[in-house]
């Protein structure tokens, strides 16, 4: 069993569009992260969110936090041909504890 | 660039064999993990290590094994490779073992089985 569910997995927009990507869970996280990842690279993280509520902004993205800390959100808007990527949303149950990976949404933005 | 070198990039070697991937650090950082992805099975936490010590197991087979050494370099060691052994491997670092630390990925060394 996943312990943290991306959604969707696969999502294919045009230049332009907004969107939004999905990371859901069961279980409560002291912390959550967002990750993206390109082709032949490691994943680079994009933001760290750790209060119930939290909303962060970097540039066109909006990540959002569950009230609950049970599962959180990814927004793009007006999506750029460079944002292109595997997204991955990583949890930690404890401030000591290890991140647990979801499986990623493998985002394509065409020209 | 992350700071966290591995090596080699590339790697490919029969089944039953055994392999050695190593990991720098970014400099300054204590804590060592490993990870596994692949198609099918995501990106898979390994093993973690802090300062030396090992810090936190995953989903790491006998077959495999790891270390961190006095100068904070680690290695993964593979041993009695099988097909479905062939992925990318990650090291990653970062200052401490707290979560919602940043962890700094390398690029990643990719092992074929053959």
């Known amino acids: 069993t996943q312990l943290l569910e991306q959604s969707p997995q696969f999502l294919s927009i045009q230049e332009g569009e907004n969107l939004t990507v999905y990371c859901n869970s069961s279980?409560?996280?002291?912390?959550l992260q967002w990750y993206r990842q390109e082709p032949g690279e490691g994943p680079v993280l994009l933001v760290t969110?750790?209060?119930?509520?939290e909303v962060k902004k970097l540039k066109r993205l909006t990540f959002q936090f569950g009230d609950a800390r049970k599962d959180s959100s990814l927004h793009i808007t007006a999506a750029q041909p460079g944002d292109t990527g595997l997204y991955l949303c990583?949890?930690?149950?404890?401030?000591?504890?290890?991140?647990?990976f979801g499986d990623g949404t493998t985002l394509t933005v065409k020209p | 660039d992350s700071g966290v070198t591995q090596t080699p990039k590339h790697l490919i070697t029969a089944t039953g064999q055994r392999v050695t991937l190593r990991c720098s650090p970014r400099?300054?950082?204590?804590?060592v993990y490993w990870y596994q992805q692949s198609l099918d099975q995501g990106l898979q936490f390994l093993i973690q290590?802090?300062?030396?010590?090992?810090?936190a197991k995953g989903n790491i087979l006998e077959r495999f094994s790891a270390q961190q050494f006095p100068d904070l370099h680690s290695e993964l060691n593979l041993s009695s490779l099988e097909l479905g052994d062939s992925a990318l491997y990650f090291c990653?670092?970062?200052?401490?073992?707290?979560?919602?630390?940043?962890?700094?990925f390398g690029e990643g060394s990719w092992l074929t089985v053959v």
């Open positions: 990653a670092s970062s200052v401490s073992y707290r979560a919602g630390n940043t962890i700094y």
């Open positions: 279980s409560v996280f002291s912390s």
């Open positions: 969110v750790v209060t119930g509520g």
């Open positions: 990583a949890g930690a149950r404890t401030n000591a504890g290890k991140s647990t």
């Open positions: 400099s300054g950082d204590l804590s």
């Open positions: 290590y802090y300062n030396g010590e090992e810090r």
